[in-house]
């Protein structure tokens, strides 16, 4: 079966510039030159919440892994962590100089890597709202920066024409993949950590292996791709592009899948759902669209099935083949399992959702804290100000 549209959101009064799916997805958050950011609900009877607070326009937005904070990126050179609820509550993070083109979780919820065009890649803690470093050898305007899965690298593309690999914990620029012809307008790591894909300028997606720092796979589109998305799977990638279209590309067989039209003008920004059943994308039509995957009912061992019988092409595939023969154990034993008595399974259900509420109550906490923090600097300011003034009142009358 095809992709198909599931939803279509309207309510941005500009070009939606980034969109992401809570890690239930119950949400949907999306950015906008508009200035706002909007929490869409996926319930069809629920409403939509548009979130002012940026002064200028939102250029990227992503759900925390927990779901309880939205980090925004604006063209008003800050940073905003969200709470997604009905007061819409944020705290500001100030320390670029230019706009903020990417905000982007480690996988653990714990750090937060931002790109600007003040040509620094910029990391910070989440809980203690803290700028922590930044990486700065990039000689244009950063468009993205991304956190591997286990959180030891960062990648980031930018104008320079180059995509720089970092080592989190060193601060270094391990290697730079100069191939790009145009400038690099996105970049994000496979969900195994192994290999990039990059979108750029000149119409091109290139998947790299960061291991060995070799160009795996080149598709030559006719268009500039602004934005690409791995399936969880790590079988697929989507693109977005200036041509109106979305493409999906099977990684395995190395082939385009499916082109799908449904902007009117460019699309701007694509993003698988944690699960991968579903897609949105946005355009600068101003429309949030989500999209059914489909593809990926058929079940994974076909797919292995094809790809063991030759179809890899020069053999460039096979860090993505071993990901996939993972994907097929872990299959079996599932099945195997299913056989367990069902009261576990509930237990374990209701754990689960108690840990997500504790997440909940503790992200909570954390920006209460923060906001607390604040105030408190806030009072220490004043007080500081209250203190020099009397000295030069004292000063003055001595003189």
Not at 5 to 28: C, M, P, Y
Request: aromatic letters at 6%; charged letters at 25%.
């Amino acid at each position: 079966e095809d992709p198909s549209l599931e939803r279509h959101f309207k309510g941005h009064r500009d070009a939606v510039t980034s969109v992401d799916f809570s890690l239930n997805k119950k949400q949907l958050a999306s950015g906008s030159m508009d200035s706002c950011l909007m929490i869409w609900s996926m319930k069809p009877q629920m409403r939509a919440y548009r979130f002012v607070g940026h002064k200028d326009a939102v250029m990227c937005v992503q759900f925390s892994p927990s779901g309880h904070l939205v980090a925004s990126g604006s063209r008003d050179k800050t940073v905003r962590l969200w709470i997604p609820s009905v007061k819409g509550e944020s705290t500001v993070f100030k320390a670029h100089t230019a706009t903020v083109r990417s905000v982007h979780f480690s996988s653990d919820g714990q750090s937060l890597v931002t790109a600007s065009d003040d040509k620094t890649v910029k990391v910070w803690t989440v809980h203690r709202q803290k700028f922590l470093f930044s990486l700065s050898q990039h000689i244009n305007w950063v468009r993205c920066a991304r956190f591997s899965p286990d959180g030891r690298l960062i990648v980031s593309a930018s104008d320079d024409k180059t995509v720089k690999l970092w080592d989190k914990t060193s601060r270094e620029c391990i290697h730079s993949f100069c191939e790009h012809g145009g400038f690099v307008n996105h970049v994000d790591f496979h969900p195994s950590g192994t290999c990039i894909a990059a979108a750029g300028t000149d119409n091109t997606v290139k998947v790299w292996d960061v291991r060995m720092n070799r160009l795996l796979q080149h598709y030559q589109g006719n268009a500039v791709v602004n934005s690409l998305s791995f399936h969880p799977s790590g079988n697929y990638l989507v693109t977005a592009s200036n041509d109106s279209t979305l493409k999906i590309l099977d990684l395995l067989e190395g082939r385009l899948l499916y082109t799908l039209h449904g902007h009117q003008g460019p699309a701007t920004c694509v993003a698988f759902s944690r699960a991968g059943d579903l897609f949105a994308s946005g355009g600068s039509d101003e429309q949030v669209m989500v999209w059914k995957t489909n593809f990926d009912a058929a079940d994974d061992g076909e797919v292995l099935k094809t790809q063991k019988s030759g179809t890899s092409v020069d053999g460039t595939h096979h860090t993505l083949q071993s990901e996939m023969d993972c994907g097929v154990h872990l299959k079996k034993t599932k099945t195997q399992d299913s056989g367990r008595n069902h009261e576990q399974q509930e237990e374990e259900t209701s754990l689960a959702n108690t840990l997500e509420h504790i997440m909940g109550q503790l992200d909570v906490l954390t920006q209460t804290v923060s906001i607390l923090e604040q105030r408190l600097t806030l009072t220490e300011d004043k007080l500081k100000e209250c203190l020099e003034n009397q000295q030069k009142i004292i000063q003055n009358r001595t003189s």
